[in-house]
């Protein structure tokens, strides 16, 4: 059983970044897949970043690539989320989660975080 508490967010400037943090408890993140999503009103939650600390390997929505970087403490039991360059369109609800599931469907995802919100303004 793991429980995820997320924060970071807030509202920012279009071309601003944030740092988005989820930490763990109750098991280390060490072997868990960890993913990221976002929810805009009215649209689905979809994965925008996802990282298998096992082997190193990371994957990133094409929309985020290039500004978004996913990464992990160890020794804080916490995955970021560092989002640079922000865009209006980046505005939604964040939510980390972890499994053991490669890939984009939420439903992979065992654990999840309450959401945090990011507001990006023009």
């Known amino acids: 059983q793991v429980q995820l508490v997320e924060s970071g967010g807030g509202l920012v400037q279009d071309g601003g970044s944030l740092r988005l943090s989820c930490t763990a408890s109750g098991r280390t993140l060490r072997t868990y897949v960890m993913g990221w999503f976002r929810q805009a009103p009215g649209k689905e939650r979809d994965l925008i970043a996802r990282d298998r600390w096992s082997n190193s390997d990371t994957h990133y929505a094409d929309s985020v690539q290039g500004r978004f970087t996913i990464s992990r403490d160890n020794a804080k039991n916490t995955v970021y989320l560092q989002m640079n360059r922000l865009k209006p369109e980046d505005t939604a609800v964040y939510y980390c989660?972890?499994?053991?599931?490669?890939?984009?469907?939420?439903?992979?995802?065992?654990?999840w975080g309450q959401g945090t919100q990011v507001t990006v303004s023009s």
């Open positions: 989660a972890a499994g053991t599931y490669w890939g984009d469907d939420p439903r992979g995802y065992a654990y």
